[in-house]
């Protein structure tokens, strides 16, 4: 089989499952252009994957800040914005073609509302789901499918820094085929 210039080639971002996903690139500039200017303190913060984009703002915290008031503080936002954030996420969801998860934080309390659990199709052989079965028979985790959300959680905050720079570099390579010539 040789290759064809007509051929469909499928890569990164994201490989096959994202070859026609709509860009994201420009996905900050458009929430911050969209998003009401008093309801956070700063520019949010946009976090995209394949299937969601959150939006997590910073709210200035209340004169007393107890959990309660934070609580308070939080669940006055959530319902005086519901409206206004399920329209701002219809227009991001046509968009950018991923659903949008909205969040906040007060000081160090964050809190994020109502957002995706998207089920992951995996092939574990025995010695990885031994693993599993461990955390799940110690308590640490209720199913098989809590204990991989903990290990990835838990392998995410110690290799955050080399994610970190794993994800620039794919950025970069695809900044790159972006520019190149187009087959």
């Known amino acids: 089989m040789g290759y064809s210039s007509n051929s469909r080639r499928f890569g990164r971002s994201g490989g096959w499952q994202q070859a026609e996903a709509p860009d994201t690139r420009d996905v900050a500039d458009w929430f911050g252009g969209r998003l009401p200017d008093d309801w956070f303190t700063g520019p949010p913060t946009i976090e995209v994957d394949r299937e969601e984009i959150v939006v997590t703002g910073e709210l200035p915290p209340p004169d007393d800040a107890t959990t309660a008031a934070v609580e308070g503080r939080v669940s006055r936002f959530r319902e005086s914005t519901r409206s206004q954030r399920m329209r701002i996420a219809d227009e991001a969801e046509a968009r950018y073609g991923r659903k949008v998860a909205w969040g906040v934080t007060v000081g160090e309390h964050h809190v994020l509302f109502t957002h995706l659990a ?14 599993l079965d461990t955390l799940v028979d110690a308590g640490v985790a209720r199913s098989r499918a809590d204990a991989l959300a903990w290990t990835v959680r838990l392998a ?15 950025r970069k390579v695809d900044d790159l085929r972006t520019e190149g010539p187009q087959l």
């Open 118 to 131: 998207v089920p992951v199709m995996t092939r574990l052989r025995q010695p990885e789901r031994k693993v």
């Open 156 to 170: 995410g905050r110690h290799a955050e820094e080399w994610l970190a720079e794993l994800r620039e570099a794919m």
